[in-house]
């Protein structure tokens, strides 16, 4: 399957700031997701986006499918030291079937 | 709640041995996968299966083969474990087409 580029890979950042990270390909996808991924454990879905141009919100999570259908953003604000982890984007081709394409994930650590 | 479990958290094997890795769901989801994740290389899809008995090859699906007997049941045989084959194991599911795919919280397995 087709990797998606997934930036930044890392972030170190204080808590109380605000954090953003993207993802993009040079396909079009229909459906762009977002996980976490706590040390150790299996990933856990944020946020779905199924529409072009869509934005949602999932507390202080925000995440927009590209209106080019080729990239998405996830925001995160306030950041507190339970963000810290590994979130990836994930995102299903058009007429691919069921499986998904996955970044490479962007590490965010929060120091208090 | 989407429930994905996994048989093990940790396990431990010898190069050579036949191992049997198993992932229930139940929300009746038509839809399951077997991913592996590698640091650097992000989540690689094994093999997926969209109905009872029904199987893909994902795209790394050498050295593993995978059974589906009743819905909700979904399983990764290592016919013959190799060093390389030391990894963390994720199982996910999905209503039928639906792209979100929901995560087990996956096996870590160690092969000597």
């Known amino acids: 399957g087709q990797q998606l580029n997934q930036s930044p890979q890392s972030m170190f950042i204080q808590e109380g700031e605000d954090v953003s990270m993207n993802c993009t390909s040079s396909?079009?996808?229909?459906?762009w997701l977002w996980y976490k991924q706590d040390p150790g454990e299996g990933p856990v879905l944020l946020i779905a986006?199924?529409?072009?141009?869509e934005l949602t919100s999932n507390g202080r999570l925000t995440a927009q499918f590209g209106i080019t259908r080729k990239d998405s953003f996830l925001n995160i604000s306030a950041s507190i030291p339970s963000d810290v982890g590994i979130y990836f984007c994930?995102?299903?081709?058009?007429?691919?079937?069921?499986?998904?394409?996955f970044g490479k994930g962007t590490s965010l650590l929060v120091t208090p | 709640d989407v429930k994905v479990t996994q048989s093990s958290r940790y396990l431990v094997k010898r190069t050579g041995e036949k191992v049997f890795l198993e992932c229930v769901q139940d929300?009746?989801?038509?839809?399951m996968f077997w991913y592996r994740q590698d640091p650097g290389l992000g989540l690689r899809l094994i093999y997926f299966?969209?109905?009872?008995?029904?199987?893909e090859k994902g795209d790394i699906p050498e050295g593993y083969s995978v059974s589906r007997e009743k819905k909700e049941r979904f399983s990764l045989i290592l016919e013959s474990a190799s060093t390389n084959q030391t990894s963390m194991y994720l199982c996910?599911?999905?209503?039928?087409?639906?792209?979100?795919?929901?995560f087990g919280p996956g096996t870590r397995l160690l092969v000597l």
């Open positions: 996910a599911s999905s209503r039928e087409e639906i792209e979100t795919q929901y």
């Open positions: 929300m009746d989801h038509e839809n």
């Open positions: 986006l199924y529409k072009a141009g």
């Open positions: 396909s079009i996808f229909n459906t």
């Open positions: 299966s969209y109905d009872v008995k029904m199987k």
């Open positions: 994930a995102g299903q081709l058009k007429g691919s079937g069921y499986a998904l394409n």
